[in-house]
């Protein structure tokens, strides 16, 4: 018997938008393939049960013949089959691919399933079916096709049950006949499939070309070829009770191809009322926030469908590295269809419940070890309470706050250890190194510094001011005033605000500059320069986005009129002593904050050489 025809009125409007997604993403018809692969030995094993075979996926790369072949002993398909399924039914799926594909969001479907088997047109110019069916009196089966569109069937000459699909592949794609390469698509896309798959290249040894791996011995590589490429019982299918940390540590190994251990992880496993399960980790994080990327594996039944896919994830979760298994997801649909699918939202915020869960669950009972996670996990963890003020509200409690002292408080401590000192505001710094000066003002009074030095603290601090349902509550960076540095004195009361302002402003020919009278109780301490918080973020923050408006900077010359210093300037006669005097005080108190450069510099080293020589003169 022999048949020809066409496979669909709709296939030749198919196969060009198929090739056209796929070109970004070629390598899919390997995983499909197999997929297919594994789809039908599952479906034998559910007919047959447990018979003792060894039912596998064979991939063969055959580069002589040009061949990539891929061939199971599952259930098989009898000559109906092949033209319900493949001549026909596939392109139901295929227009509604085309009704959701708008063309214009490129790469925009995230699954291709239901056009699993037609995509092995990109990268083939003869597809080749060859089948014998399980069910006993059922003939073999030969269908073959170049393009996907015209196809010829006749019987075939297949003896043992199941399917070899044949892919000639064409001279443009002709990568996929390297086995390494191969590999590579194998281990990225079915490293979890269900049934084991094996890899069989028979390219002479001396024709195969590897730039990383040395070839082994013959054993060696005999051996290779007997060991499955996948792990069919991927550790998120199992019950979390039934994990070792060892087990976590080394999927996340393998996952990732790091030596590196995970922090912890969060263990995802609900049946109902959706099927999710996974694995989320959380990275050691070294570099600042800025260059941080983690990834989340999307599987679908145990087959890799994507990488961080944003519509699933909540965005600030893509910090965290892991898998998530979906067998629900609708994936043939386009991005922005998911992302406003009632059902994905459902499952994202069940995965922000969960990760706030183990925080707060370690914050609760580990505490001391949540502590030495704290500067790995925070910039996560704020970015997480700033995206989302569901996240925020769950985790608020087990927000912490590094001190200069190393130590990590929780807001409601950092209150309660800095009662009358700091009332609703938290001292910060945002260098530790530069700003020493100014935090040695605080640690000295004993009131405790925050470090908020990472690109999200600035993003942070403004949410918990002001999103964050903290009443008050302000961030204070060391250097923006001084109010929490004054004591009660009368001391220098009398000094005159407006004479002092006058004597400084001239000696430093500057009209604008603010100058204040505080009683510091730092009494050695003569000048602080402070710079306006509010005003200094905003300026910090357009330059963060590349807009400097040039705003200008908000600064204060603070006096200590407890300092004898200051108060000999006040009732000394005007003249070239106190005009040196306060453009050293007023470099002395740049300087502890910031170096000074070039002209400024040298003239302050000037000055200092005349004071030195003055003193010595005197002595
Ligand atoms: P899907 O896998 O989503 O059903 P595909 O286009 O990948 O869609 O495959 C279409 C159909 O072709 C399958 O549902 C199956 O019935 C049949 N098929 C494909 N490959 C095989 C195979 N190796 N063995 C048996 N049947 C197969
Ligand atoms: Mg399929």
Not at 6 to 33: C, G, T
Not at 160 to 175: A, P
Not at 356 to 370: P, S
Not at 467 to 496: C, M, P, W, Y
Request: charged share 30%.
């Amino acid at each position: 018997m022999e048949n020809k025809g066409n496979i669909s009125i709709h296939a030749q409007n198919i196969m060009p938008v198929i090739k056209r997604w796929l070109y970004s993403d070629k390598d899919i018809f390997i995983r499909e393939m197999v997929s297919n692969g594994c789809d039908a030995i599952t479906k034998y094993k559910m007919l047959k049960g447990e018979t003792g075979e060894d039912l596998r996926v064979t991939v063969t790369v055959d580069k002589e013949a040009g061949e990539l072949r891929f061939t199971d002993n599952g259930i098989g398909m009898t000559a109906e089959e092949v033209e319900k399924y493949i001549n026909q039914v596939a392109f139901s799926s295929a227009e509604e691919f085309l009704k959701n594909y708008t063309g214009d969001d490129k790469g925009g479907i995230i699954g291709h399933f239901g056009l699993g088997f037609y995509s092995a047109f990109m990268a083939a110019d003869k597809v080749t079916i060859d089948t014998l069916s399980y069910q006993e009196g059922a003939a073999p089966v030969l269908w073959e096709s170049e393009d996907g569109m015209a196809f010829t069937m006749r019987d075939g000459g297949r003896t043992e049950r199941g399917t070899t699909i044949i892919l000639h592949i064409m001279d443009e794609e002709k990568e996929f006949l390297d086995g390494y390469r191969v590999r590579q698509v194998l281990d990225r896309y079915c490293g979890y499939m269900s049934v084991p798959i094996y890899l069989e290249d028979m390219t002479p040894d001396e024709t195969k070309k590897d730039p990383d791996e040395p070839t082994g011995t013959e054993e060696e590589e005999k051996e290779k070829a007997q060991t499955p490429i996948n792990d069919v019982h991927p550790l998120w299918l199992k019950a979390p009770k039934e994990c070792t940390e060892e087990e976590y540590k080394e999927t996340y190994h393998k996952l990732f191809h790091t030596f590196e251990d995970p922090l912890f992880w969060v263990h995802l496993n609900v049946d109902y009322p959706f099927n999710l399960k996974g694995i989320l980790y959380f990275p050691r994080i070294k570099r600042d926030f800025g260059g941080q990327e983690g990834e989340i594996k999307l599987f679908n039944r145990q087959v890799f469908v994507a990488d961080n896919i944003k519509e699933v994830i909540p965005e600030f979760l893509m910090l965290l590295k892991g898998v998530i298994d979906c067998p629900d997801l609708p994936l043939n649909v386009s991005r922005s269809f998911l992302q406003n699918d009632g059902y994905v939202k459902k499952i994202s915020a069940h995965i922000t419940k969960k990760v706030a869960d183990r925080l707060n669950g370690l914050f609760n009972t580990e505490r001391k070890q949540y502590e030495t996670y704290w500067d790995d996990i925070h910039p996560f963890v704020k970015y997480g309470c700033v995206r989302d003020s569901k996240f925020y509200d769950m985790v608020k409690g087990s927000l912490l706050f590094k001190t200069t002292a190393g130590e990590y408080l929780t807001l409601d401590e950092y209150r309660a250890r800095n009662e009358g000192k700091a009332e609703k505001k938290v001292y910060y710094t945002t260098e530790q190194n530069r700003q020493a000066a100014a935090v040695a003002l605080y640690t000295e009074k004993g009131i405790d510094v925050a470090v908020m030095d990472t690109l999200i603290d600035m993003n942070f601090m403004s949410f918990m001011e002001f999103g964050g349902g903290n009443e008050g509550l302000q961030f204070v960076r060391v250097d923006a005033d001084v109010t929490g540095l004054t004591e009660e004195s009368e001391e220098g009361k009398d000094i005159d605000q407006g004479k002092m302002e006058k004597l400084f402003r001239d000696a430093l020919g500057d009209q604008e500059l603010t100058v204040k009278i505080e009683a510091l109780s730092d009494h050695d301490l003569p000048v602080v320069l402070t710079e306006e918080e509010q005003v200094r973020r905003y300026k910090e923050m357009s330059a963060m986005y590349g807009q400097d408006f040039g705003f200008p900077s908000k600064y204060t010359l603070v006096l200590n009129r407890l300092c004898p210093t200051i108060r000999a300037l006040a009732a000394m006669e005007e003249g070239d002593m106190s005009a040196l005097l306060c453009r050293q005080l007023f470099d002395l108190a740049r300087l502890s904050s910031r170096p000074l450069e070039a002209e400024d510099l040298k003239s302050f080293i000037a000055r200092s050489n005349e004071l030195i020589a003055k003193l010595a003169e005197k002595a």
